[in-house]
């Protein structure tokens, strides 16, 4: 017999598992390395990820925002974590669904999205089989078959950063990121072999090229570099010393701190087109600068874009050239436009800049010629934009104004042709100032500076003068100066010289950049939402639409064209009406634009605020909207939706709503919930468009701007015409119509129930005619008959189309109160899946 004190122990664990319940599932752990037929899940990547033996590096999941991840290897003790590779960097995977695996026949890693699409595969040619993927300690990530040879490995193909023991060959490429807005897109900026064999930097953004990397006025001899060496190889090492076969080689400040005493490296090429080593300290996390290619960023080609300038006094800022504005608001690279038209048969004049060049993109040779017949030779060639005079009489005629650069002791002078009859204000440049403590290197960090008169901004800081010269249809008055303007811009260059010579003395000191800095404006990592969201010029939206030739659409916020982009996308661009009032719906738009990713939401391309146009470009969406699909009478038997396809279309329309209303970082709002602002994809999986043009509610719901919304006659809810304040209930009871009519296949306006047709608006009756149906018939076929597509000729999931009902009336309830969230109408649907399963 047992004890008295065993059976008080037995009731007390019984007790305790009572009140306990069974422990929860273990979660699970980061794993030395990845099995055959074992994968990854996106929504385990705070746990599960492959760490390298010595804890250094890590690699899985890494959340670019709360609804988009990469694939990456990132530094593991570096604050903020450091990603160093990507598989793909340019197309990210979903929050849920998306997994890598190792594919069971052993043949590549393979990263799937969230409809099972493959993003990426390790495709290797050979013929033997992986038996595992490990992550090294040198950040390596390796597959290797079972006797660990190495069968495919991350080194062979570099994103934006180099390793120490990684080998960079003929093949290998560093590409910089995009920049903030588009950070996961490819930047303008590479780093490989030119064809020279010589280790270049490159700017190429589709329109302009160019090397920038080495000095590209100098020889190879006065670069000391090397040519034609075919070896074509080079590789940084952890002591911080870089070796290249051209002789392009560099050290660390801190050269020969070693991995031993805590000190890791990296060589990453950035997103303001500067190549930077740097050192990380384990005892902090942080990182420092220990080189950098250029000290001065004006520079790098591309920085400030086409007919701009980049003027450094002695801290760097983009300026528009005379007679011209900003080309994009927010974006430098687009550089600038001409506020005035070419035209070859009109007069012209000269507007000088001293000490500022444009590289590239020249006419003819530099020939030597006085400064006279250089302006003439400018002026009767219709291709000539501006010329560059310098001391010792080259004269180089540009077709581009691109790459521009001002700096004190920069030899020569630009003149620019504009129109004789161009009103030329006075030029000023307003300084930026440095920000943050450190030097602004992002391509979108560079403030909005401008040329005065021409729509810049720029807050305060010492103005620097820039002279103005002109001519009249030749070069008789070039040269003579405007002396006002003269004796100002000498006094700054005065000032700006004593600076830069300071700057000189501090930049080699001790304290000065080539020093191990604290890296300021260049956070590591993917720390900006990716969406790749682009600004359009109204040119480049009218060349895609073919001049707004193909209406796809229409509705009360505008009308919707069918455009194809450069790059082939077909798109959906979306002219907004009342500019005066479309503006703020515009601006809103754009303040979540970055927030937005879901697979049951169209996802927004970019947009174009030019003058008066608000123009909104999305993806394009193939089937048409689902009341096309779904009211369609005289559509053909196999055209009508099937019951199964209505029942996943109510399900993925729960889904983006439920996540507009709770999973945002912000309170999103639809307000115009309907079967036209549904798309169907190709394969039927439903979209919602037009949720951009809701308004963003404070968490409280107390947001005034709302209480001039409304939505479409059919749909509202009921406090739209009371002084009720707005929340996502109107949404819950929009979606409750659209519920019914999926159901019923037709509007609510038009059903009839027991041979009565509801009068247009009375959704109560029809409510309460459902419900009454509903609760007297116990006979299935009875309510089918009168509440269910009649086109279906019977075939329908009577568990599901019972719960579709009951959802829908609860939803539309006239207290907003007793309306279910759309979190709760989600979770009631897929009840209803499971239970058919």
Known sequence: MSSPLAVASALLLLLLITLIGLPPIAPAAARGSLTRGAAIAVEDHAADFLVSPDGTFACGFYNVSPTVFTFSVWFARAAGRTVVWTASPGRPVHSRGARLALDRRGGALVLTDYDGAVVWNSSTSSSSAAAAARLHDTGNLVLEDGRGNTLWQSFDTPTDTLLPAQQFTAASRLVSRGGRGRLLAAGYYSLGFSDYAMLSLFYDNHNFSSIYWPNPYNNYVANKRKIYNFTREAALDALGQFLSSDAAGFAAADLGATAGGGVRRRLTLDTDGDLRLYSLDDATGEWDVTWAAFGNPCIIHGVCGANAVCLYAPAPACVCAPGHERADAGVWTKGCRPVFRHDCSRPAKLVALPHTDFWGYDLNDGQIMPLDACSQRCMDTCACVAFQHKQNMECYLKSVLFNGRTFPGLPGTVYIKVPADFDMPEIRVNQWREQGGGLATDEDDIPSCDVAGNGGGGGGGEEVFLNIFSTHNGGRDVGKAVWPYMYGFLSALLVVEAVVIGFG??????????????????????????????????SEIKRATGNFTDVIGSGGSGVVYKGVLEDDRVVAVKVLKNVSQSEQE????????????????????????????????????????????????????????????????????????????????????????????????????????????????????????????????????????????????????????????????????????????????????????????????????RWAKDLVDCRLNGEFNPVQAKAMLKIAVSCLEEDRGKRPNMSSVLQALMSGEDEVR
């Open 586 to 781: 515009f601006q809103s738009e754009l303040s979540v634009i970055g927030r937005i990713y879901h697979m049951n939401l169209v996802r927004m391309w970019g947009c174009c605020s030019e003058g008066k146009h608000r123009i909104l470009v999305s993806e394009h969406i193939e089937n048409g909207s689902l009341a096309e699909m779904l009211f369609d009478r005289e559509a053909s038997e196999d055209a009508v939706l099937g019951w199964n396809q209505r029942f996943q279309i109510a399900l993925g329309v729960a889904k983006g709503l439920a996540y507009l209303h709770s999973e945002c970082l912000e309170w999103i709002i639809h307000c115009d919930m309907k079967p036209e602002n549904i798309l169907l994809d190709k394969d039927l999986e439903p979209k919602i468009t037009d949720f951009g043009l809701a308004k963003l509610l404070n968490r409280d719901g107390s947001d005034a701007n709302l209480s001039r919304i409304r939505g479409t006659r059919g749909y509202m809810a009921p406090e739209w015409v009371s002084s009720l304040p707005i929340t996502e209930k109107v949404d819950v009871y929009s979606y409750g119509v659209v519920l019914l009519e999926l159901v019923k296949g037709v509007r609510i306006s038009e059903w009839m129930i027991h041979g009565v047709k509801f009068e247009e608006m009375d959704t109560r009756m029809v409510v309460k005619a459902i419900h009454e149906n509903m609760e007297t018939n116990n006979d299935q076929g």
């Open 505 to 538: 003395c501090w930049l080699f000191s001790s304290r000065g950049l080539f020093r191990p800095s604290r890296v300021w404006a260049i956070e590591e990592g993917y720390k900006l939402i990716a969406n790749n969201f682009q600004r359009y010029t109204y």
